[in-house]
């Protein structure tokens, strides 16, 4: 008898689960807003964003460093991509520089190493994936972390091998630079 009135609440079981997966999918994931990782050229496979990067505590309010980290990629002329007040990013993971960011050689960004006819970065297409996410610190203030990540390929597509590049620290120092600057009351 048990058995008989499972089955028969079988049909009312399924519609609760159908109803249950179709809110389920129809709401979306914060994870999903802003990926955290990227392809890049030079690289054997996915770099994960949010194991990267250089970390620090800013002593003011999450909302203050947001708006400054945007102001940030202003001064740097980097269009935001990502710029998610609630989860706390703002990145681009998908530009694509030639020679020169912010009226600076890339080999002052970025080092790919040295060729036969100078610094890499300023003679290749350099990939570059910026992520800085802000979050609230547990004993107040913010915590903030810059992610830097890039590649290299030469502009005749696949007749050079791709060059995985490395941060020389400087977008960083640019981004914190301007959240230390900007937060202060004036």
């Not at 947001?66 to 980097?78: H, K, N, Q, T, Y």
């Amino acid at each position: 008898m048990l058995t008989r009135s499972l089955l028969d609440s079988r049909p009312l079981v399924l519609l609760a689960l159908g109803a249950a997966l179709l809110v389920l999918g129809s709401t979306p994931v914060r994870a999903q807003a802003t990926p955290a990782t990227v392809i890049l050229p030079g690289f054997r496979g996915v770099v994960k964003l949010d194991t990267v990067g250089t970390a620090a505590s800013i002593p003011a309010p999450a909302g203050v460093v947001f708006a400054s980290v945007r102001a940030a990629f202003d001064s740097l002329g980097i269009e935001q991509q990502y710029h998610d007040s609630s989860a706390g990013v703002v990145g681009n993971l998908e530009l694509q520089l030639t020679r020169r960011m912010a009226g600076k050689a890339m080999s002052y960004w970025v080092d790919c190493g040295v060729g036969h006819t100078g610094p890499t970065a300023n003679l290749y297409r350099v990939h570059l994936a910026l992520l800085v996410t802000v979050l609230p610190a547990s004993a107040g203030g913010t915590s903030m972390r810059t992610a830097v990540a890039a590649g290299a390929q030469a502009y005749g597509g696949p007749l050079g091998d791709p060059i995985a590049c490395q941060s020389t620290g400087r977008i960083e120092d640019v981004v914190q630079s301007v959240v230390r600057d900007h937060r202060m009351p004036r």
